[in-house]
């Protein structure tokens, strides 16, 4: 498998060696280089390539979201920074995670392993004749459409569901019964009256829960036999 290149923009040395030591103890992420402000990281980004940035929110000349507002085609990105309240912001970016420093190393790999399952995700092919990748889902007052692949798991909330994407949350009026009629079955599974998993993102399992993407989601006792098809 190969590595995952990624870079740090970060002011604060302490926090960059925190970060640079997590990524040496990861074996799937390969460091090419850290920066201590947003202008140097732009100057890198025009001649390199890279999969993943660690990108602070206080930089001096250039604020961290303002930098990544600045890119046309930016990499994955994980937010780190003290401040919770700008994760909205990033959220609406399309950032993959928000590191709330400081943080510890278990919560740094939850991060990173999000990374690592979107780039793993194959291309799809085209669809067949007639063949959707993707749902409409009532959202508010809007139609927001919603691809098979973006999709992580759908949750259950009393008459409301909860649909988690790797783009961040939507809150629906409808029933799981409903949104499962719309879901391709060999994409997704029932695993539990109240959760609906995509098979893909899907990293390990036992008899009684599921772990996507670094969550856990408790297995039901009348779903438990269909799990060893996966």
């Known amino acids: 498998m190969s590595k995952l290149r990624c870079i740090i923009v970060e002011d604060e040395p302490l926090a960059a060696k925190v970060l640079g030591d997590y990524i040496a103890q990861v074996p799937f992420l390969e460091l090419q280089g850290t920066f201590k402000d947003a202008i140097l990281a732009m100057e890198f980004l025009r001649s390199n390539k890279t999969d993943l940035m660690f990108l602070d929110i206080h930089l001096p000349k250039l604020k961290g979201m303002a930098f990544l507002k600045t890119l046309a085609d930016p990499p ?14 990033g959220f609406e970016l399309n950032v993959t995670d928000y590191l709330l420093k400081p943080f510890e190393f278990e919560r740094f790999l939850v991060a990173v ?43 259950s909330q009393r008459e409301y569901i909860r649909i988690v994407t790797t783009r961040g949350e939507l809150l629906s009026k409808m029933s799981t019964n409903e949104i499962e ?22 990293n390990s399992y036992t008899a009684d829960e599921v772990d996507v993407n670094g969550t856990s989601i408790p297995i039901g006792r009348g779903y438990r036999d269909g799990i060893e098809g996966w």
């Open 181 to 202: 009629e719309l879901l391709p079955p060999k994409l997704f599974r029932r695993v539990h009256r109240s959760f609906i998993v995509s098979v893909s993102k899907i």
């Open 76 to 89: 994955a990105v994980i937010i780190t920074t003290a401040y919770h309240q700008y994760a909205i912001e």
């Open 113 to 155: 392993n999000k990374v690592r399952t979107v780039q793993q995700q194959p291309v799809a092919p085209p669809s067949a004749a007639g063949e959707k990748d993707f749902i409409f889902v009532n959202v508010q007052k809007k139609k927001v459409k919603v691809l098979f692949t973006d999709i992580l798991y759908i949750e």
